[in-house]
């Protein structure tokens, strides 16, 4: 299935006057969505960007633009290897079943490797060998997870204690449409797993087990005051780098109204595998890919707040993204796509150490912290900070 998508980038490569010094090659593998914002980043970096796929519509396309391309499966840490060579950094940009091939990928190819792309597995089972072959791989480099980790970990430094974090996000479109005021994004299959799957949580220290859209609480944004937060399974890494935080929590974001038509999509079989030789899920799935408003932009919402202690005196710290589609990108695109490049980009300019480096790790570093912010602002991604104390 081919998508087409429109890129803004003013000259092919070979128009540009490449800056002396900073000329770096990278590789992505899959050329969807968030791939091709990556590269969009990057380009304007002046890195050169190669990208692998299967889909002719999509390397043809990214041809015209001034992008290299090459036809192929990723189906082997082997072809990932033979892929590689040549290129500085891995940018893997799969659907999930194939995150972990790129990552092993990597570790025998000794390069670097910056991934968005979800996997059940522990982000930390490469760790060692990692560090073995010396190289750095950051997960979970999108937006959430990714600059809600990246977020979470500057909040963590900045407290001298640190008693609770928590996470809402959400995209969705920009008005509340009939029948789920929701529009898929991203991959309808991974939507309805995060639906699905058990969530963890850490409260009052102890690792807690909840069940997926649980939690229901009113949360409002400007220009958005009727949404609900429901706890999904995106803390990940968070739960093992932040260990000392006694509470810790994510929950997703939707319109009002939209976990009770979940609930009841659940509870009647529409996301069951099989049922009486049928496979309700794969109608399902189709059924969301259709429901499409062209016309209406969508918007993605994140919110990281954070409790804790600075010289005694109790504190939140919060950081806000609101950030809305143009006629380039959707804003799920921009600020999952546009981080994943801004990630690939600090792993290019800075020495990170060896090991699995997920972005909260990146985050507790002041100075990366405020390349990211920067280059998120370039990208007219415009991050809020709000301080404010609470008492002693």
């Not at 590269?39 to 633009?65: A, H, I, R």
């Not at 405020?370 to 900070?385: A, D, T």
Request: hydrophobic share 35%.
């Amino acid at each position: 299935m081919s998508i087409k998508i429109k890129v803004l980038l003013t000259k092919p490569f070979n128009e540009i006057e490449l800056k002396k010094g900073v000329f770096m090659k990278c590789i992505v593998l899959g050329s969807g969505r968030q791939g091709i914002a990556c590269g969009e980043f990057l380009f304007k970096k002046n890195v050169d960007v190669t990208f692998v796929d299967l889909n002719s519509d999509n390397l043809n396309y990214l041809s015209q633009l001034g992008f290299k391309t090459i036809k192929d499966i990723i189906d082997s840490p082997e072809k990932v290897k033979k892929l590689s060579e040549g290129f500085d950094l891995i940018i893997s940009a799969l659907p999930a079943k194939l995150g972990k091939i790129a990552q092993v990928g990597a570790i025998i190819s000794q390069k670097n490797i910056v991934d968005v792309s979800y996997s059940e597995d522990d982000p930390f089972e490469l760790d060692q060998e990692a560090k073995k072959n010396n190289i750095t791989i950051v997960p979970d480099a999108g937006v959430a997870p990714g600059l809600s980790n990246l977020f979470a970990g500057r909040i963590y430094k900045s407290f001298d204690r640190c008693e609770k974090i928590k996470i809402l996000v959400g995209g969705m479109p920009e008005k509340n449409l009939p029948p789920l005021g929701y529009t898929v994004t991203w991959s309808p299959e991974d939507l309805i797993s995060e639906y699905e799957r058990v969530v963890k949580i850490r409260k009052n220290g102890k690792l807690k087990i909840v069940e997926p859209l649980t939690g229901k609480e009113d949360v409002k944004f400007k220009g958005f005051d009727k949404l609900e937060g429901f706890y999904t399974d995106g803390l990940r890494t968070l739960l093992k780098t932040l260990k000392d935080v006694k509470n810790l929590e994510e929950k997703t974001l939707r319109y009002k109204g939209h976990i009770e038509k979940i609930k009841l999509l659940k509870d009647l079989g529409y996301f069951k595998e099989e049922l009486n030789g049928k496979k309700p899920r794969e109608t399902t799935i189709e059924i969301l890919k259709s429901i499409k408003y062209p016309d209406i932009k969508d918007v993605l919402l994140l919110r990281v707040v954070g409790e804790g202690k600075i010289k005694n005196k109790k504190k939140i710290l919060t950081y806000e993204v609101v950030d809305r589609g143009d006629d380039k990108h959707s804003a799920m695109e921009r600020t999952t796509g546009f981080s994943l490049g801004i990630f690939s980009y600090i792993v290019l300019t800075n020495k990170l150490k060896e090991g699995v480096i997920p972005p909260e790790i990146i985050g507790f570093d002041q100075n990366n912290f405020k390349q990211i912010i920067s280059y998120l602002k370039e990208m007219n991604i415009k991050v809020k900070f709000k301080d404010e104390n609470i008492g002693k």
